[in-house]
């Protein structure tokens, strides 16, 4: 089956830098993509997203970027801060049901 | 406005053991979900409702029984719990309207409840 894919696992960063963080996804049919974050002991918590029909998409301090010509999406995070250290999940939707990424942990250095 | 609630928090069981996971939203959401959480793996479909009255099987349904109870309740039950099912239980909500924008796709999730078989 598909399957979505992150290619770090982890990212060191220091307080101030951009972060960015990859996905990998396989599923042609997918039209809808989101970006999770979740924090030690807490559910995950919407970020932003993105439809098949755009390639960027802006918030506040984060932006995500679709390429599906090599079928890729990331998560850009300007000035990453401490308080953005947490799991991120990147998910896609395909025939109405959503599938996640395993998470890439972000942590952010003082 | 709370959002998910999910609850206990915390459950320790015995194998063979019996409980129910209690969620609520007051979103006024019409479809609600469970997943499961283990190390490594990414969160796993158990079983979804798509609306008041009907529940479907997700990904990982094996050992697991649910119950929409009304629009805003959808309950998880195990009845013989056992030692695989030690995990992180999360319980979400989505609006769910065909056609609907598209901030009616995004689920919002719960604080979870962590469950311990032994």
């Known amino acids: 089956g598909e399957s979505v894919g992150l290619h770090l696992p982890t990212l060191s960063v220091q307080e101030g830098d951009n972060s960015i963080i990859n996905c990998a996804y396989s599923n042609s049919a997918s039209d809808y993509f989101i970006w999770y974050k979740q924090e030690s002991g807490k559910g995950p918590q919407f970020i932003i997203d993105?439809?098949?029909?755009?390639d960027k998409r802006q918030g506040q301090r984060v932006t995500v970027l679709l390429n599906k010509t090599v079928k890729h999406l990331s998560l850009q995070i300007a000035a990453t801060q401490p308080g953005d250290s947490a799991v991120y999940f990147c998910?896609?939707?395909?025939?109405?049901?959503?599938?996640f990424g395993q998470g890439t942990i972000l942590t952010v250095h003082p | 406005n709370a959002g998910v609630t999910q609850t206990p928090k915390f459950q320790v069981l015995k194998t063979g053991q019996s409980m129910t996971l209690q969620c609520a939203q007051d979103?006024?959401?019409?479809?609600m979900y469970w997943y499961r959480q283990d190390p490594g793996m990414g969160l796993r479909l158990i079983y979804y409702?798509?609306?008041?009255?009907?529940?479907d099987k997700g990904e990982v349904p094996n050992g697991y029984n649910v119950s929409r109870l009304n629009k805003r309740e959808f309950s998880l039950r195990l009845e013989s719990a056992a030692p695989s099912q030690t995990s992180v239980y999360f319980c979400?909500?989505?609006?769910?309207?065909?056609?609907?924008?598209?901030?009616?796709?995004?689920?919002?999730f719960g604080a979870g409840t962590r469950l311990s078989v032994l």
């Open positions: 993105i439809r098949s029909n755009m």
């Open positions: 979103m006024n959401h019409n479809s």
């Open positions: 998910a896609e939707r395909s025939y109405g049901k959503l599938t």
């Open positions: 409702s798509a609306s008041e009255g009907t529940t």
């Open positions: 979400a909500s989505r609006h769910g309207l065909a056609g609907g924008a598209e901030a009616k796709n995004i689920q919002y």
